[in-house]
Nanobody, 116 residues
Framework: QVPLVESGGGLVQAGGSLRLSCVAS????????MAWFRRAPGKQREMVAT???????NYADSVKGRFTISRDNAKNTVFLQMSSLTPEDTAVYYC??????????WGQGTQVTVSS
């Protein structure tokens, strides 16, 4: 089983929306700290949003008010709803999971491209 599988990336025009999904296996998303990171061309990977087991969320300043992280416990899936996208949001987006045992998992990444 692949621990994390992302989907939902693609090409969208500026101002548009996308929803990324991350299906987890081998552990419950509700029990882990989940997060989305991204890496833009020529830049370091950065945290986009986090979601704790207790439901607390945190966002990078650059995406506050535009992105929302959530989870569906029944589907063991974490989502990243992105709206009002700009070309600066273009990046490979990665799902991340930190287990209670302190083990980290990364997804394979999904490309998001925002055209101007």
């Amino acid at each position: 089983q692949v621990p994390l599988v992302e989907s939902g990336g693609g090409l969208v025009q500026a101002g548009g929306s996308l929803r990324l999904s991350c299906v987890a296996s081998g552990g419950a998303v509700r029990a882990n700290r989940m997060a989305w990171f991204r890496r833009a061309p020529g830049k370091q990977r950065e945290m986009v949003a986090t979601l704790t087991s207790g439901g607390a969320t945190n966002y990078a300043d650059s995406v506050k008010g535009r992105f929302t992280i959530s989870r569906d416990n029944a589907k063991n899936t974490v989502f990243l709803q992105m709206s009002s996208l700009t070309p600066e949001d273009t990046a490979v987006y990665y799902c991340y999971r930190l287990t209670l045992d302190g083990i980290s998992y990364w997804g394979q990444g999904t490309q998001v491209t925002v055209s101007s």
